[in-house]
Each structure stands twice: as structure tokens, then as C-alpha cells.
């Protein structure tokens, strides 16, 4: 597709947006050096666009990636979950007594609850 620009003051009249036109206007290089720099700059930031572009067209890629960062947060979860798992084993070897104790108490009455209920 080739459009083709004139400028405004030409007979031919003009196919030039006149936003875009006074946006270009502003933005013009002072000199061939800034014109230059100004190049470089467009060039850099479109190789960046076409890299991002290029990395979400590869959908093997992308899913890979992903199953990759799903492995790594389940790896995470799985020692920190041991972790607590270890944790509350060394505090109920700590507690082992009074836990036994309390459980044989609360074992005893809800027996004698069931045996009254059923006694009436």
C-alpha cells in the first residue's frame, strides 16, 4: 500500500492528516546530526516492537515459558508446605501431653453425653 504526499501547498491538493502533519512539524529535526539521532531512535524502538510482536507469535514458546514458571511456584509451595508440615510436627511433640490429656477429657464427655441420651 503506497500513499503518496504532498505537500499542502501543492495544486494537486494533499493526502496528509494534518494532525499527524503538525505533530511532524514540531517534532522536525534541527539539523542532519538530530535527524540522525532521531533515525536511530525510531529504529531501536521498532526492533523492540517487532521482538515483542515476534514473542507472542511463538505460542510453544510462550507455553513452555509458563509450564516452566508453574513448576517453579509448585517447587516453592512444596517446601514451604513441608516447612509448616515440620514445623507443627516439632510443636506437637513440644505439646504432646497436654494435647493427649485434652483429647482423653473431650474423648470422656462426649461419652458420658451418649451414655445419658441413651439412658432417657
Do not use: F, N
Amino acid at each position: 500500500m503506497t500513499h503518496e504526499v504532498r505537500r499542502a501547498g501543492s495544486a494537486a491538493g494533499a493526502h496528509v492528516d494534518a494532525a499527524a502533519e503538525a505533530a511532524a512539524t514540531g517534532r522536525g529535526a534541527k539539523g542532519p546530526d538530530e535527524l540522525r539521532r532521531q533515525i536511530e531512535q525510531t529504529r531501536h524502538q521498532l526492533g523492540d516492537t517487532v521482538e515483542e510482536l515476534a514473542g507472542k507469535m511463538d505460542v510453544k514458546g510462550r507455553a513452555k515459558a509458563r509450564a516452566e514458571d508453574l513448576r517453579d511456584r509448585a517447587g516453592a509451595l512444596t517446601v514451604q508446605l513441608r516447612s509448616s508440615a515440620a514445623h507443627a510436627g516439632e510443636t506437637g511433640k513440644q505439646h504432646r501431653k497436654p494435647v493427649l490429656i485434652t483429647g482423653a477429657v473431650v474423648a470422656a464427655a462426649v461419652g458420658a453425653v451418649m451414655v445419658r441420651r441413651h439412658r432417657c
